[in-house]
Structure formats: structure tokens, C-alpha cells
């Protein structure tokens, strides 16, 4: 019955954070944190798994090094995009 809610509750949540990120399309800054929040589900997701089959937790720790460059890149971007449109409305933002 444990392991049901082990294996459950991140799928669960990892749904929740991919259905918020579809919905929120507005602004950017809440589709970054959407975009955190699926990265610490999936942080959460590994290092269950990583202790129910008795692995060390290092390549965990390079999971949560590389998410904090992630969002430091995803703040960077947020603040040049701000500085250059005024806004973070994603739909004001053009590719070219």
C-alpha cells in the first residue's frame, strides 16, 4: 500500500504541474515556475527511486545542480526580455 503512494503522489503532482503549464500561457514568469515546479517533482521522483533501490543520492545532487542553472537561465531571460518589451506577456514576444 506504501509503495502505491510512493509511486502515485509524483505522478500525480507531476500531472498537476504539466496541466499548469499547458494553461498558464500568459505570462512568462508563470510558465518558468510552472517549469520549476515539474523540475522538483521530478527531483522528488528520482530520489524515490533512487532510495527504494538503495543508490547513492549523487547523481541527485547533479540533478538539483543543473536545475538551479536552469532557473537562474530562465530568470535571465525573463529580466533581458522585460528590459527590451516593457512586459512578460509571452504573446508580445516574437521568435525573429
Given at each position: ?7 502515485s503522489l509524483p505522478m500525480i503532482l507531476f500531472i ?76 508580445s514576444f516574437s521568435i525573429m
Amino acid at each position: 500500500m506504501i509503495m502505491i503512494l510512493y509511486w502515485s503522489l509524483p505522478m500525480i503532482l507531476f500531472i498537476f504541474g504539466l496541466f499548469c503549464f499547458v494553461s498558464n500561457r500568459k505570462h512568462l514568469l508563470s510558465m518558468l515556475l510552472s517549469l520549476e515546479f515539474i523540475v522538483l517533482i521530478l527531483f522528488f521522483f528520482m530520489f524515490i527511486y533512487l532510495n527504494l533501490l538503495n543508490y547513492e543520492n549523487y547523481f541527485s545532487m547533479m540533478f538539483l545542480t543543473f536545475s538551479v542553472c536552469e532557473g537562474a537561465l530562465g530568470l535571465s531571460i525573463l529580466v533581458s526580455m522585460i528590459r527590451t518589451h516593457g512586459n512578460d506577456y509571452f504573446q508580445s514576444f516574437s521568435i525573429m
